[in-house]
């Protein structure tokens, strides 16, 4: 059973930076894929960005030109650089982890962590 224990969220002013953390344990973590997903109040849960087992990024249309996600295998840990925020992108963000494929639904993924808040004040 993995967990994921997201951190790093707060409140930003508009154009601002964050870099969301997301610790991973119980698992092997090399062998993981791991996503970010976010959900806004009142909207489905969104597709961030993911990085597989060997590496490969892909993003959503949300975060390309701004957004980067990066791995430290030695750390168990995948990481969401967030630039040039916006209030649009406020939401509880959620770091997500397979044993299998890529995906970009919610619905391909069977680990999730607790989410943390992002805030981008106008």
């Known amino acids: 059973q993995v967990q994921l224990v997201e951190s790093g969220g707060g409140l930003v002013q508009n154009g601002g930076s964050l870099r969301l953390s997301c610790a991973a344990s119980?698992?092997?973590?090399?062998?993981?894929?791991m996503a970010w997903f976010r959900q806004a109040p009142g909207k489905e849960r969104e597709f961030v960005a993911s990085?597989?087992?060997?590496?490969?990024?892909a993003l959503g249309e949300p975060a390309k030109g701004r957004f980067a996600i990066y791995r430290g295998n030695a750390r168990n840990t995948v990481y969401l650089q967030m630039n040039s925020l916006k209030p649009e992108d406020t939401a509880i963000y959620y770091c997500a982890a397979d044993g299998g494929r890529v995906g970009y639904r919610a619905g391909d993924y069977d680990y999730w962590g607790q989410g943390t808040q992002v805030t981008a004040s106008s």
């Open positions: 990085i597989s087992r060997s590496g490969i990024r």
């Open positions: 119980g698992g092997t973590f090399s062998t993981l894929t």
